[in-house]
Each structure stands twice: as C-alpha cells, then as structure tokens.
C-alpha cells in the first residue's frame, strides 16, 4: 500500500528556515511526479510545488517563488522542501502527494500524507 | 493564473437528496479537472479525475461532467458519509490551481 510520511514541521520565527521531508513508500519513487500542498488552518487547499518524476522541470505557485525550493532524492524515496524567509501567511498543513499516472502524463493527484504542520510565528 | 470559482461555498441537504457543485475555470483547460473530497483532519481523497472519470472504489452516485470552463460535480441520494467538503482542481498548466471549496453540511 502506497505511504507518504511527511516530517519536519514545527514552529519557526518569521524569515527563518525550515526543511520539509516526505518519506515514500511502496511504489516506485522515481517514476512518479510529486507534490506538495498546504492548507492553512480552517483554509482551502493551496498548491504550492511540483517537480517532475525525472527533475526536468520544477513549478511553483507565486506565493512561495523565490523562497522555496522543492527537490528529490530517488536514492532514498523522499522528497523535500526547503523553505526560506517563512512569514507568518506560511502557516499551514503541507501534504506531499503523488500524481496518479507515472511519467510526463498529465494526472491529478491520487495519493496524499497527512500532511505536517509548519506555524511561523514569533 | 487560471483561477477556479466553486458555487456555493456551503451547501445544506438531506440524506437522499440530489447536490449538485459547480466549478468555473477563468480559462480553458479540457478536461483536465478532478474533484476531491475531505474530511476534517483528513487529506483529501480524489473522487473524479479528468472532468467526468470515476476514480475506482468511488461510489457511483458521484460523478462529474464537463469541459474547458464549466464543471459540475454531482452526487445522487446523498448518504451520511457524504458530508464533508469538495475541491475542483486544474491540472491544465501551472500553476495548479484549487477552488475554494464547498462544505456539504445537515440541512
């Protein structure tokens, strides 16, 4: 059974740093793109980064351009988000997830984590 | 950025009641729109993918239709598992972008 297992959440002073990981399992990692999206607290869902199976391309929504950076290492099936210059709107749940179809074919997502709580506040 | 605008933002029904969410893209995007379902505390869950297929294991008083700009998620005789809140979401370009959601809530 597919897991993603995010970790690394936690409380963080504004313009500060903080690493988020996920932790797959139970596919195969490398061929998949992955995700990540949050959802602050009593919000919607924002998506906020992905990176295609192969690292060819990277996106990311406007609000976090310049200040995240979403990365993989297929060696040990995790993938990361290294945010920077967190402000307090940062607070948020981030769910990693993967695409539903493996390759460059378009898909939604089909599997989610839990997610990790991130609160940015001094 | 294509923007997605979901009516209403909250729907009250009853059980067995028809509910019908409607999903409008500021720009054409296909087909290439899913709907998911989340509960409190819960990641979200897809439902439909592709505007109108089934994602397996999904009931099938859900289902979905449309193309391009306008969209309908639609679920027949609504049953008590049912209450919770629905995203659409393009996968069109990027940014992916979600709506805002519609909580289904006990009339």
């Known amino acids: 059974q597919v897991q993603l297992v995010e970790s690394g959440g936690g409380v963080v002073q504004p313009g500060r740093s903080l690493r988020l990981s996920c932790v797959a399992s139970e596919f195969t990692f490398s061929s998949y793109g992955m995700h990540w999206v949050r959802q602050a607290p009593g919000k919607g869902l924002e998506w906020v980064a992905v990176i295609w199976y192969d690292e060819t391309n990277k996106h990311y929504a406007d609000s976090v351009k310049g200040r995240f950076t979403i990365s993989r290492d297929d060696s040990k099936n995790t993938l990361y988000l290294q945010m920077d210059s967190l402000r307090a709107e940062d607070t948020a749940v981030y769910h990693c997830?993967?695409?539903?179809?493996?390759?460059?074919?378009?898909?939604?997502?089909?599997?989610w984590g839990q997610g990790t709580l991130v609160t940015v506040s001094s | 950025d294509i923007q997605m605008t979901q009516s209403p933002s909250t729907l009250s029904a009853s059980v067995r009641d028809r509910v019908t969410i409607t999903c409008r893209a500021s720009q054409r995007i296909s087909r290439w729109l899913a709907w998911y379902q989340q509960k409190p505390g819960k990641a979200p869950k897809v439902l439909i993918y592709d505007a109108s297929s089934l994602e397996s294991g999904v009931p099938s008083r859900f289902s979905g239709s449309g193309s391009e700009t306008e969209f309908t998620l639609t679920i027949n005789s609504l049953q008590p598992d049912d209450f919770a809140t629905y995203y659409c979401q393009q996968y069109n370009s990027y940014p992916w972008t979600f709506g805002q959601g519609t909580k289904v809530e006990t009339k």
């Open positions: 997830a993967r695409e539903k179809l493996r390759g460059s074919s378009i898909s939604c997502l089909y599997h």
